[in-house]
């Protein structure tokens, strides 16, 4: 039964994860430059977004949402903004987003900002994290593209009471909130979800402030 369950699961997956990224595809570009600003508001509702020191991010593709304007506002305020670097071992490793970097596509494709092994920075150092997604649930389950890296990468988190440094921030648009994702044991709940509608709290009533 548990197998079956699993292949489920596992087929529903796929089939809404690729729902979704057509959907966000078939953006036009006027729609995913006022999702961004949208988001960026949502984001200016959370404290730690206006005042923690390093928050990392994501270079948006396949018709994510664009960061640049939430971006815009992390450097008006000085804050250091950081991009993943895809390791050989699975998971992901930070680095500051310095102006006019010189970007390099990774085995995906997607540009990484060129740099030293000195400047690598830890799941462990960043303080805030924005997190792609292609579904989400109000209680801060998310589907992502299926590779498990931000799973992996922040592992570390499901030994410790949340929310927790780093704070995960999923990112998306309202269009692909769904009633309830399957939990999975390697899942790593997201804090918040900021989408171009509203900040949602997914942390359970009793862990909040």
């Given at each position: 039964m548990a197998?079956?369950?699993h292949?489920?699961?596992?087929?529903?997956?796929?089939?809404?994860?690729?729902?979704?990224?057509?959907?966000?595809?078939?953006?036009?570009?006027?729609?995913?430059?006022?999702?961004?600003?949208?988001?960026?508001?949502?984001?200016?509702?959370?404290?730690?977004f206006l005042v923690d020191r390093r928050v990392a991010g994501y270079w948006a593709v396949g018709g994510e949402v664009p960061l640049h304007a939430a971006v815009a506002r992390l450097r008006a305020r000085e804050q250091q903004y950081c991009l993943p670097i895809v390791g050989d071992d699975g998971r992901l490793r930070f680095t500051p987003l310095l102006p006019n970097a010189n970007m390099q596509p990774n085995r995906?494709?997607?540009?990484?900002?060129?740099?030293?092994?000195?400047?690598?920075?830890?799941?462990?150092?960043?303080?805030?994290?924005?997190v792609p997604l292609t579904a989400f649930d109000r209680s801060g389950r998310r589907l992502g593209m299926g590779g498990g890296y931000y799973d992996r990468s922040f592992a570390f988190l499901r030994e410790v009471v949340r929310p927790a440094q780093p704070l995960l921030v999923g990112i998306g648009y309202a269009?692909?909130?769904?009633?309830?994702?399957?939990?999975?044991?390697?899942?790593?709940?997201?804090?918040?979800?900021?989408?171009?509608?509203?900040?949602?709290?997914?942390?359970?009533?009793?862990?909040?402030?």
């Open positions: 197998a079956s369950m292949t489920l699961n596992r087929d529903a997956s796929i089939a809404l994860r690729t729902q979704m990224r057509e959907r966000r595809a078939g953006l036009s570009a006027a729609e995913r430059i006022a999702a961004a600003s949208g988001v960026a508001a949502s984001l200016e509702q959370l404290p730690e995906y494709g997607i540009p990484e900002p060129e740099h030293a092994a000195a400047d690598l920075l830890t799941p462990q150092d960043l303080d805030l994290v924005l269009f692909q909130e769904v009633a309830t994702l399957p939990a999975q044991d390697w899942d790593i709940a997201l804090d918040f979800i900021a989408t171009d509608k509203e900040l949602i709290d997914c942390t359970p009533p009793e862990t909040r402030p």
